[in-house]
């Protein structure tokens, strides 16, 4: 129980009819069995790999890069930070001086926690808030192992490439979406987030946590 008390849960909940990125399989749940005339309760669940709190694999932008299978477990646990960005409105992007203040450390895993944590994903919203290219190219620079955001992107919707998965993924940062940070207050934590072992997936499930240090 102590231990519990340690955990924050920032893992969006996958339930039919929940918002997904335009273009995007959406979420559907069937009772195949059900108890009393079955033995037991069974579903059938359909979805897409970019589905609600979620990691991009480099095979996501690069069709002969790895997939989610291969991405190093140690690139999901570790030191992180959340940072406070909601002062950023929404349609912005949190940029470079958003975030540069913060004592950003090699090797550890960022998480923006912006005004996205408020919303529902009822539906989707093309103006939410997102990592700018400036913001990316100095998380890069600062060679930090893993970036998450609260909405289903990190980049601007329909963003012109370069944006921040370009200029992320290739320099070996896994990038987590779909994020919950609403009951995470900024602060320094320890971020668990290992994703559903699909051979070749270029993305994949994830169930987020944080354990308070």
Do not use: W
Not at 91 to 117: A, F, P, Q, V, Y
């Amino acid at each position: 129980m102590k231990n519990e008390k340690r955990l924050i849960d920032i893992t969006r909940a996958i339930a039919a009819g929940m918002a997904v990125y335009p273009g995007n399989p959406e979420v559907s749940m069937a009772a195949v069995a059900t108890i009393p005339r079955n033995s037991s309760n069974t579903s059938l669940i359909s979805m897409g790999t970019h589905t609600g709190t979620h990691v991009d694999s480099p095979l996501h932008i690069n069709n002969n890069k790895p997939g989610v299978d291969r991405i190093p477990l140690s690139r999901c646990y570790g030191r992180c930070t959340v940072i406070d960005t909601t002062s950023v409105p929404f349609g912005k992007g949190i940029e470079e001086k958003h975030i540069k203040d913060h004592g950003i450390k090699k090797g550890e895993i960022i998480l923006l926690k912006t005004r996205n944590s408020s919303l529902e994903l009822d539906r989707f919203r093309k103006d939410f808030i997102f990592l700018a290219n400036s913001g990316a190219e100095f998380l890069a620079r600062k060679k930090v192992k893993a970036v998450g955001i609260d909405y289903l992107s990190v980049q601007q919707f329909h963003s012109p490439k370069p944006a921040a998965h370009d200029i992320l993924i290739p320099k070996g940062i896994v990038v987590f979406e779909g994020l919950d940070l609403s009951k995470a207050r900024p602060g320094v934590y320890t971020f668990i987030g290992f994703p559903m072992k699909i051979k070749d997936g270029n993305g994949a499930p994830v169930r987020a946590v944080l354990l308070k240090r």
